[in-house]
């Protein structure tokens, strides 16, 4: 069964500053990855998502991705971060096929300091 | 279009009594899924429908809950008796055919408190 570890539960950044959430997946395939942000008091929403090719992914907002199968890793990157990203995001990583499932990693929580 | 529409927002209750949520999809997607949150577990998928039909409910904690969908618009997450530790946020989230897991839209969730 897949699964997602996103190691950091809280991170603090500056208004500016640059911007890395770590995300590592476990998968005997080659998987579908996705990145979700989530405001306060709101459902979930997609930031980007990563299928096949271009191993960098641009998303939404300013947002990019890498996915690394050697180290299965798909970090979420920002250059310069605002504070309305200020949110959880979600790491996950789905299958495909008839029985497709989408798992999500537990979440890191942003704050930025103005 | 709406998005995905739950009710209600909030929802109080005292222990043992019946709770009811509401999901409405987006309107034309065919897959339905019910998600619950939780500070220690995170996001936990508990149950999916296909086109009204319930494909996969191993996520259901237990015997109190149930979910049912009646038709493409409406679905229901039924918790009986309720429980402190069922206190979480309860997500319903939708796709189109063929789209999963591409594309999965969310509500913004109901927010249960068992006291």
């Known amino acids: 069964a897949q699964s997602v570890t996103q190691p950091d539960i809280h991170i603090t950044v500056s208004e500016g500053a640059s911007l890395e959430l770590r995300c590592n997946y476990s998968?005997?395939?080659?998987?579908?990855l996705f990145w979700y942000v989530q405001s306060p008091g709101q459902g979930l929403q997609l930031l980007l998502k990563?299928?096949?090719?271009?191993?960098l992914v641009q998303g939404i907002k300013g947002f990019e991705a890498e996915f690394k199968r050697s180290q299965s890793s798909f970090n979420l990157r920002k250059p310069s971060v605002h504070w309305s990203d200020a949110a959880e995001y979600f790491c996950?990583?789905?299958?495909?096929?008839?029985?497709?499932?989408?798992?999500f990693g537990t979440g890191t929580r942003l704050q930025v300091t103005l | 279009d709406a998005g995905v529409i739950q009710s209600p927002r909030h929802e109080v209750t005292e222990m043992g009594q019946e709770v009811t949520l509401r999901c409405k999809p987006i309107?034309?997607?065919?897959?339905l899924f019910w998600y619950r949150q939780t500070m220690m577990r995170g996001l936990e998928l508990l149950i999916y429908?296909?086109?009204?039909?319930?494909?996969?409910d191993s996520g259901m904690p237990e015997d109190r809950f149930s979910a049912k969908m009646p038709n493409a618009s409406f679905s229901t997450l039924k918790i009986q008796p309720s429980e402190p530790r069922d206190s979480a946020v309860y997500f319903c989230?939708?796709?189109?055919?063929?789209?999963?897991?591409?594309?999965?839209?969310f509500g913004s969730g109901t927010q249960l408190s068992v006291l």
């Open positions: 989230a939708s796709s189109g055919a063929g789209t999963y897991p591409e594309k999965l839209f």
């Open positions: 429908f296909n086109n009204n039909v319930p494909i996969d």
């Open positions: 996950a990583v789905g299958t495909t096929g008839t029985a497709s499932k989408l798992t």
């Open positions: 309107s034309g997607h065919n897959s």
């Open positions: 998968y005997g395939a080659t998987p579908y």
């Open positions: 990563y299928f096949s090719g271009d191993t």
